[in-house]
Each structure stands twice: as C-alpha cells, then as structure tokens.
C-alpha cells in the first residue's frame, strides 16, 4: 500500500514539473487558447481587410499601414450566391435572341396604350410561366363578380402553398375583409390572401380557376392557362402579347390600380398588425408615374414585371418576363424608360427643326 501511495505520489510530481500548463485552473486552460486563437483569426481578418494590392501598376503592397516590397497575390473565395435557375425561357432557347437595348429579360414587350401600336418587343409571342403576374387576372376575377369587399374571410389550411412551401405571414385562422385580402395579393403578392380569395369565389376554386380561364378567352389571351389564383403553379402560363392585353383590362378598374400601386399597407388579422410593402421596388421611385403593376417569381418563370406607366407625357404597357435577377428587371424597365424618353426629345427636335 506504501509502494502504491508512494509511486502515485512520484508520478504527480514527475507530471507537475515537466507539464505545468496541464494542472492549471480547468476554466482558465479551457478558455483561453480558444480566445486567443479566435483573436488570432480576428486579427489575420483586419490585415487581410486593410490590404491594398496596386499590381498592375508595380506599387507595393500596403499592409497594416506599412509598407511591404513586393507583390502580392490576391485569392478571390468563390461566390456563396445560389447559381440561377434554369427558367423555361432558358429551355426554349430564348437567351440566344439579342436586342438592341441588350436587356436582361428573355422575353420583353413595350406598346402604345391608346394606340396598341408596338413600340419594342422580344419574343413576345411565346408562352411561359407567369409566376405572380397571374394576381393580376385574380384581382379582375374578383372585382368584376361583384362580390362584397367587406365580407370576412378566414384562412385556411386549404390555402396552405403545398406546392413549394412559400413562406406567408398569414397564419391559418387569420381573418380579412375581401378588401384587404385583394390589397395585399396585389401590392405585396401574398400568395395565402389570393388563395383565399379564390377558394370563397361561388362554386369555390375550380369555378374560380374557371372564370380566370374564361376571361381569358373573352380578352382574347389566346396563348394563356390558369391553373391557380397565386401563380405558384408553373402551369399559369401566357405571353407577353396576352399579358398587356390583361393589364389595360385590369387598367380599366381603379380599385386594381390603387391597391396595386400603394408603397405600404397594414392589415390586422385577428394577431399583431402586418405591415406589408409593394414588391416593385419603383413604386418610391419619383422618376415613374406608374399606373399600375404586378410583379413575379418562381424559379421556372424567372423574374417577371408588368406595368401600365406614363412615359414623356405617352401611356405605355410594359411587359418583362424571365429576368435573372430583381435588379435586373428593374434595370430593364429603366433602359426602356430613358429609351423611350430619347426618342420623345427626338421627335420633338424634329418637329420644330421642320418648322423653322
């Protein structure tokens, strides 16, 4: 037993003087080499932020305000940014038609409102999904049956999106007036809301479906399906062509206009009140005069807008489907803008150059 305590008593000893850091306090040798080595990183991320590489011009580096000789090598961490979905536009080949305003959309079309005179188009002719844009024939469904704005609907677990799982800030329960629920469909595309509008149409949604269908016809949307009321559904398909022909029908309803156009709106659905903001980020822009719009995507659709906007005192229709980004739908309805404002100053040039 002597033997045991003694020989134990050597091996502490032996241990303590030749490795004093691992019989430190437990909390501190845990925590410490973790600090340090998160400072370390920390600081190795500062320098790498406060260097300026000037290879092309022969320059030294910069590093930490002090100078260092010679050049440096710079290796750029690959995008975290998801690749872009292959749309249907993709599929159809649509990417390889070029235009002279070298636009982001696959597909684009700009008419005269009070003329229908064409004054740009791409492909304007071929059917695609339409995304949300589909709102836009919901909203007309339902203003044109007459039915009552005030009524309260109730959402449901039927107008939960099983399709791709969207988010919605409606919960199941969540009760609005028709009113509301048009408002945020059309501002701020919320997908439950126009779920639930469709769902309380008389017959319930396949005769909602339906009467989208057959307004279609009526419009004369020759190269358009409806499948939903949201445009979840890549089977909501149409083109441009048939596209403005639905928003200079839609255009003829002021309450479409205004709820489509409003910057910002809150509702209160039986819980905390939702703010919701308009989906087209040119809404706030005093550069446009927008009459109305609908904005869309789903990843077969692409980046969708349509708008009716008065441009150089002239009413247009424009029309943009499958763009690859928000920005760059945005970046195209502006092109086209100015485009149009330049051939405005033009033609005005023009005129008074003939009468002097």
Known sequence: ?????????????????????????????????????????????????????????????????????????????????????????????????????????????????????????????????????????????????????????????EDVDRKRYSHSRLRIGSQLTRANMLHIALMSSENRAAATLGRHYPGGLPAFIAAMNAKAVELGMTNSRFADPTGLSSANVSSARDLARLVVAAYQHPLIREYSTDSHYAVEPGGPTLEYRNSNGLIENPEWAIGLQKTGYIAEAGRCLVMQVNVAGRPVVMVFLDSKTKQSRLADADRIRKWLENRAASAMNQRQANRS
């Open 1 to 157: 037993m002597r033997r045991f305590f003694l020989g134990n008593l050597i091996f502490t000893l032996t241990a303590v003087l030749i490795f004093p850091a691992a019989w430190s306090a437990p909390n501190r040798g845990d925590q410490r080499p973790v600090v340090k080595k998160a400072n370390r990183v920390a600081d190795a991320g500062k320098r790498s932020r406060k260097l300026e590489l000037k290879s092309r011009a022969g320059k030294p580096a910069v590093l930490a305000g002090k100078r260092k000789s010679g050049f440096q090598r710079v290796a750029y961490a690959p995008s975290l940014a998801a690749p872009h979905s292959t749309t249907a536009g993709d599929l159809a080949g649509l990417g390889l038609t070029r235009d002279p305003l070298d636009l982001s959309a696959n597909v684009a079309l700009v008419i005269d409102q009070s003329s229908s005179e064409t004054l740009f188009e791409k492909n304007s002719h071929v059917a695609l999904p339409i995304a949300s844009i589909t709102k836009l024939m919901t909203s007309l469904v339902v203003v044109e049956a007459n039915q009552n704005l005030d009524e309260i609907l109730t959402v449901s677990e």
